[in-house]
């Protein structure tokens, strides 16, 4: 939480990569892709939840063992390689408000850019909200 406000991180890894088969659980330096925006997000002091949004049981398991929580299986319909980043990011929110589970800011962090660290999470949230006329924030 950072200034009363509650943060969802969303880690979206679907499996069925085209380009290169199963990228999203390759190993790179012993940990999964997917593995290290969700370490990086669990020590976050902001961060309050963490949720790999997932097709993939095996992927689901591994979010897991990662430390991400995995509430769902994302549909078919929001797991294919022409869907949007939005889609996936409101299938997700839209479930967790289901469990009456409400967050004011939305972290997405995406297994394709495993070099974001904590701090720059944290720094990303701490500008983000002391900028009283911003509403979102893009690291690049």
Not at 14 to 43: D, F, V, Y
Not at 126 to 133: G, H, R, Y
Request: net charge negative.
């Amino acid at each position: 939480m950072i200034n009363d406000k509650k943060v969802l991180v969303i880690v979206p890894a679907r499996s069925g990569s085209k380009g290169l088969k199963n990228k999203n659980i390759l190993q790179i330096e012993g940990k999964p892709l997917l593995g290290w925006p969700i370490t990086a997000a669990l020590k976050s002091k902001y961060v309050d939840e963490v949720v790999l949004s997932t097709d993939s049981e095996e992927y689901k398991k591994i979010g897991l063992d990662q430390g991400a929580k995995v509430p769902f299986l994302r549909p078919n319909e929001f797991s294919g390689d022409k869907v949007a980043s939005i889609d996936v990011i409101l299938h997700c929110i839209e479930w967790l408000e289901g469990q009456s589970k409400v967050f004011d800011i939305l972290v997405l962090l995406e297994p394709t850019s495993p070099m974001t660290e904590t701090i720059d999470i944290d720094k990303a949230l701490e500008k983000l909200v002391s900028s009283p006329n911003s509403t979102s924030i893009v690291g690049v």
